[in-house]
């Protein structure tokens, strides 16, 4: 909340104003679903919550720059990130670093180590526009009480005393996105009127580094059954990294 950065808190920004790195987390993981009843303030669990929204707009008009983590095992809303009201600079997803994590993530700020990594799910502007939604519930166990959140369970938030339901067919994540995007393009099937670019925030395979690559297709050979596709990649940046050719 805003009334925890005292004065005293604000006046010290001013000795490290260069960049803010904002931390938002959402727990979710062995026997803790998502929350299904998401915040205090009627947000979803995935979307930002109105104090992170204040805590943003604090970091904006305080800080040169603004960075933002994400420590989340699940897909979260990402409206804020392509919202230039909030005046993000950079994100970088870091899941749940475990022990060690957290030294490649300094490693990555610092540009230590250059980031190569694609994303393996679709991130989206609206996380509601997703099929799988329809059919998606959560309540309690039956028989769940306060035994079931014994010892280190209770930093997970009651969350193993509760189960969702989801009915889902093949069109879940990036299969829907990128499905009926190709129906609305080619006019086939059922797409309907359809922005692709007003869903999908971060597509599948997105991944941005400190250096930039151009990739050329030399050829594609079949042989016994076995395809062999070469691929040039060069690096047309000013430092080191890594690049991922993506066949599909």
């Known amino acids: 909340p805003m009334d925890v950065y005292t004065d005293a808190v604000k006046d010290s920004f001013a000795s490290y104003g260069d960049a803010a790195i904002i931390t938002i987390t959402r727990l979710a993981g062995e026997m803790y679903d998502v929350p299904i009843d998401g915040f205090t303030d009627?947000?979803?669990?995935?979307?930002?919550t109105q104090e992170?929204?204040?805590?943003?707009?604090?970091?904006?008009?305080n800080f040169d720059k603004v960075i933002v983590l994400i420590n989340s095992t699940n897909a979260m809303q990402c409206d804020f990130l392509t919202d230039d009201s909030y005046g993000v600079d950079a994100a970088l997803w870091i899941g749940y670093t475990g022990t060690w994590g957290l030294n490649a993530v300094a490693d990555i700020l610092t540009?230590?180590?250059?980031?190569?990594?694609h994303l393996v799910d679709t991130y989206c502007n609206d996380n509601s526009t997703a099929p799988s939604l329809v059919n998606f519930y959560g309540t309690q166990y039956a028989n769940a009480t306060e035994d079931n959140n014994a010892e280190w369970y209770?930093?997970?938030l009651d969350g193993n005393k509760y189960y969702n339901v989801y009915s889902e067919g093949i069109y879940i994540g990036y299969r829907y996105y990128e499905t009926r995007y190709e129906d609305a393009v080619l006019?086939?099937?059922?797409?309907?009127d359809y922005d692709y670019n007003a869903n999908v925030a971060y597509p599948f395979g997105y991944g941005l580094s400190y250096t930039?690559?151009?990739?050329?297709?030399?050829?594609?050979?079949?042989?016994?059954?076995?395809?062999?596709?070469?691929?040039t990649v060069t690096n047309t940046g000013s430092c080191a990294g890594a690049e991922i050719v993506q066949l599909y």
């Open 212 to 231: 930039t690559f151009t990739q050329t297709l030399n050829s594609v050979t079949e042989a016994d059954g076995t395809i062999t596709v070469d691929v």
């Open 111 to 117: 540009g230590e180590v250059n980031p190569s990594g």
């Open 187 to 192: 006019g086939q099937g059922n797409a309907g």
């Open 154 to 156: 209770d930093f997970m």
């Open 52 to 61: 992170e929204k204040d805590l943003l707009a604090m970091a904006r008009e």
């Open 42 to 48: 009627g947000t979803d669990a995935l979307q930002l």
